[in-house]
């Protein structure tokens, strides 16, 4: 069983920066595409980002394209969201999520594991 745990959330001013980390246990990620979500009240779960297993493709949501970062680190079985020029529009919980057929997809529903979420705020 794969669990997924989010860390690095916070308040920040607009403009600011914040990187995002996921650590994962239970099994080598390195072959699963990671992805990044987030989500407020009364919305559906929007796609951040996500990495295919195998270190090939990297794809971002168009509204977090030029500012936001991922990357991972198979040695460490983490996943990291680096956020810069951060909007108060970017406030949400963020989740790390884990698709063991490894392609990297914006759709929410082909992850099969998922962490608790983390809280950013971006606001002055």
């Known amino acids: 069983q794969v669990q997924l745990v989010e860390s690095g959330g916070g308040l920040v001013q607009p403009g600011g920066s914040l990187r995002l980390s996921c650590a994962a246990s239970?099994?080598?990620?390195?072959?699963?595409?990671m992805g990044w979500f987030r989500q407020t009240p009364g919305k559906e779960r929007e796609f951040v980002a996500a990495?295919?297993?195998?270190?090939?493709?990297?794809y971002y949501g168009d509204s977090v394209k030029g500012r936001f970062t991922i990357s991972r680190d198979n040695a460490q079985n983490a996943v990291y969201l680096q956020m810069n020029s951060l909007k108060p529009e970017d406030t949400a919980v963020y989740y790390c999520?884990?698709?063991?057929?490894?392609?990297?997809?914006?759709?929410?529903?082909?992850?099969?594991?998922w962490g608790q979420g983390t809280q950013v705020t971006v606001s002055s």
């Open positions: 999520a884990a698709d063991p057929e490894g392609w990297g997809t914006f759709r929410a529903s082909e992850y099969d594991y």
């Open positions: 239970g099994h080598t990620l390195s072959s699963y595409a």
């Open positions: 990495h295919s297993g195998g270190g090939g493709s990297i």
